[in-house]
């Protein structure tokens, strides 16, 4: 299998059912030969419900958990400032 370099290189995948997991998706290995993983490129407006899909899966159910982070402006962390904004990643 061809391993792609570049995140503008995977085909964006939007599975026709409502909810999907991921095993509705097709893999592709991304990165470079050294180091790789299996990736798959979905719409972000669908995010939620592949979190539904996966989590209803019987045989292995998913759990996911939300990351937060402080979005600041470069340069900005030479001094404390609470700016009251949490950028959450999955």
């Not at 299996?38 to 939300?66: K, M």
Request: some cysteine.
């Amino acid at each position: 299998m061809d391993i792609v370099e570049s995140i503008q290189d995977l085909p964006v995948q939007d599975p026709p059912v409502e909810e999907f997991s991921s095993a509705d998706l097709t893999w592709t290995k991304f990165g470079n030969s050294e180091n790789h993983d299996d990736a798959a490129l979905i719409p972000y407006d669908r995010v939620d419900e592949f979190i539904i899909g996966e989590c209803s899966n019987l045989e292995c159910p998913t759990r996911f958990h939300i990351e937060r982070g402080r979005k600041r402006k470069k340069g900005s962390l030479k001094e404390y400032a609470d700016d009251e904004y949490l950028e959450y990643k999955l």
